[in-house]
Nanobody, 122 residues
Framework: QVQLVESGGGLVQAGGSLRLSCAASGRTFSSYAMGWFRQAPGKEREFVAAISRIGGGTAYADSVKGRFTISRANAKSTVDLQMNSLKPEDTAVYYC???????????????WGQGTQVTVSS
């Protein structure tokens, strides 16, 4: 079992930045690839970014490439998502998730946090 807790969400103006953090506890953090996903009201959950177990590989959704950066600190059991140049369409609940492999399909992830709200005003 892995327990995940997100933090860092909030309200920001378009063009601003936020940094989300996800703290993990339970099994060895470095055994898991980590992903960030988001879900806006009335929409399906979508992939945002993912990072491999030791951080050597990353993947990003086209909509966030060049604006968002995922990173992890295995010694601290944390994974962060730095979000810059935020747009109103980035508004959603953001979730971190853990899986054995780096995946972009949310259905393949085993463990989830409770989510944190990000709201970008225009």
């Amino acid at each position: 079992q892995v327990q995940l807790v997100e933090s860092g969400g909030g309200l920001v103006q378009a063009g601003g930045s936020l940094r989300l953090s996800c703290a993990a506890s339970g099994r060895t953090f470095s055994s898991y690839a980590m992903g960030w996903f988001r879900q806006a009201p009335g929409k399906e959950r979508e992939f945002v970014a993912a990072i491999s177990r030791i951080g050597g590989g990353t993947a990003y959704a086209d909509s966030v490439k060049g604006r968002f950066t995922i990173s992890r600190a295995n010694a601290k059991s944390t994974v962060d998502l730095q979000m810059n140049s935020l747009k109103p369409e980035d508004t959603a609940v953001y979730y971190c998730a853990a899986d054995r492999l780096l995946e972009t399909d949310w259905k393949l992830y085993d463990y989830w946090g409770q989510g944190t709200q990000v709201t970008v005003s225009s």
